[in-house]
């Protein structure tokens, strides 16, 4: 008996776990250090999975492919159909050769021959990232595929035309975006529905107790058009998963996920209240 809800993706057919597993923090420790290695992320891997959580999110960016890679992994250690199992991916970053990079902070990389139409949301690029993709997660397809990043170098109908090709020939089945300006998903969405091609069906946007931006116009736009949303860094680095001023190796880190959390204005009050709620309800901040 599993212990999971499982809710539709905004309008679409497709039922997603609820929690989904991330998978930033599986890969390789060269890539950061509060990254976990092969064997305990596997682990988690099989504890969510028995939970019933059968949505993993990941990124051809995470620990440079390694994350996709032990996803992998995981799925054939323990034998499951491929069907059951439901894989979000995302390309725009640069997948680096070396494990420690951080491709992030790497622009640089980008004028370098190797990696030349690797990055960013060309036609070329993201037929790259999703291939390249594929192999790491040895399967036929990527059930929701979402552009990292918005990419303003090119055309929203390059753009977009490249994801409905890739629905099209059966490669992804659904496209999702992440971490834009409204305006700018819209404007995306605007120019597939427009030309009849597949629109985004998810956004993956920061959103916490500590970063609500995107209540101005992202959730207001998401929910009159029947989109998912599937919020990132919902304990925002961690900040909110523990009283202020507490250390761990993901605080210590240079390379974090998100660079290091600066309180300002109320933040301080707003952690301070959800440590005081977690300690009234017996239980732990996040």
């Known amino acids: 008996m599993t212990t999971v809800e499982y809710r539709t993706l905004g309008k679409t057919g497709l039922k997603i776990s609820v929690p989904i597993l991330g998978a930033m923090s599986f890969g390789s420790s060269k890539w950061a250090s509060w990254v976990l290695d092969e064997e305990p992320s596997?682990?988690?891997?099989?504890?969510?999975?028995?939970?019933?959580?059968?949505?993993?999110?990941?990124?051809?960016?995470?620990?440079?492919?390694?994350?996709?890679?032990?996803?992998?992994?995981?799925?054939?250690?323990?034998?499951?159909?491929?069907?059951?199992?439901?894989?979000?991916?995302?390309?725009?970053?640069?997948?680096?050769?070396?494990?420690?990079?951080?491709?992030?902070?790497?622009?640089?990389?980008?004028?370098?021959?190797?990696?030349?139409n690797q990055s960013g949301q060309s036609r070329a690029a993201t037929f790259n990232a999703v291939d390249a993709s594929l192999a790491r997660l040895e399967t036929t397809y990527i059930d929701l595929l979402q552009i990292h990043r918005f990419d303003p170098s090119v055309t929203p109908e390059e753009t977009m035309k490249a994801l409905h090709d890739l629905v099209q020939s059966?490669?992804?089945?659904?496209?999702?975006?992440?971490?834009?300006?409204c305006?700018?998903?819209?404007?995306?969405?605007?120019v597939a529905a427009k030309n009849g091609w597949t629109k985004f069906v998810s956004m993956q946007d920061e959103y916490s107790l500590l970063y609500r931006e995107d209540e101005r116009e992202m959730l207001a736009y998401c929910k009159h058009n029947g989109i998912?949303?599937?919020?990132?860094?919902?304990?925002?680095?961690?900040?909110?998963?523990?009283?202020?001023?507490?250390?761990?190796?993901?605080?210590?880190?240079?390379?974090?996920?998100?660079?290091a959390k600066q309180l300002i204005g109320g933040d301080t009050t707003i952690v301070n209240r959800v440590e005081e709620l977690a300690k009234k309800k017996n239980c732990k901040m996040g």
């Open 228 to 259: 998912g949303v599937i919020p990132w860094s919902p304990l925002a680095a961690g900040v909110l998963a523990r009283p202020i001023g507490t250390e761990t190796t993901r605080v210590n880190s240079v390379n974090g996920a998100v660079p």
């Open 42 to 116: 596997i682990q988690i891997m099989k504890a969510a999975w028995d939970l019933g959580i059968n949505t993993f999110d990941t990124a051809n960016v995470y620990s440079n492919g390694e994350s996709e890679r032990l996803i992998a992994k995981f799925i054939k250690k323990y034998n499951i159909p491929r069907h059951q199992i439901v894989i979000a991916t995302k390309c725009n970053a640069l997948v680096a050769n070396d494990a420690s990079i951080w491709s992030f902070f790497r622009t640089d990389l980008k004028q370098l021959h190797e990696y030349v």
């Open 170 to 181: 059966g490669k992804v089945r659904y496209i999702g975006a992440s971490s834009m300006r």
């Open 183 to 190: 305006w700018q998903f819209a404007m995306l969405n605007e």
